[in-house]
């Protein structure tokens, strides 16, 4: 455990509940590390993930996505761009017109520490009984949208 993690013990409330806040932590530290070891800050991880995750995405998505003014999303593409980490594509079809694609590889080294966490979870659903994963995705699904009423 990281000195900056607080044990599940810490959260108030169900078992259940101070489980899921302590994955939300976990999760948050693991991508925090991430973003450090890659000199990265958070608006331009998320980018990154998304960009990769939506190859040829125009600037306007990104944006969309990401919350942002047109002023920060061009920016932002700009450092990610300079960090050798996405490339501009013009459209063939009209100029004015740029598509955004990942150039690195986010399985690897030391790209792949952005998703790492999230991999280390995904392993462990796998390992889980299939009906069990799903009745615990079901459980969490209802409590996300509780939460959000």
Excluded: K
Aim: glycine fraction near 6%; proline fraction near 5%.
């Amino acid at each position: 455990m990281q000195s900056s993690e607080a044990p599940a013990s810490s959260f108030p409330g169900s078992a259940l509940g101070r489980a899921l806040l302590a994955y939300g932590e976990a999760r948050r530290i693991a991508a925090a590390e991430a973003r450090r070891a890659l000199s990265l800050n958070e608006l331009d991880a998320r980018a990154l993930l998304f960009i990769a995750d939506n190859p040829g995405a125009r600037p306007t998505h990104v944006r969309d996505h990401l919350g942002i003014t047109s002023a920060g999303v061009t920016t932002l593409i700009d450092r990610l761009v300079q960090r050798g980490a996405v490339r501009r594509d013009l459209d063939a079809e009209d100029r004015r017109v740029n598509h955004i694609t990942a150039i690195v590889d986010l399985d690897a080294p030391p790209w792949s520490a952005l998703r790492a966490f999230d991999a280390g979870i995904e392993d462990a659903v796998a390992d889980m009984d299939p009906a069990v994963a799903d009745r615990v995705a079901r459980v969490i699904d209802e409590l996300i949208a509780h939460a959000q009423r």
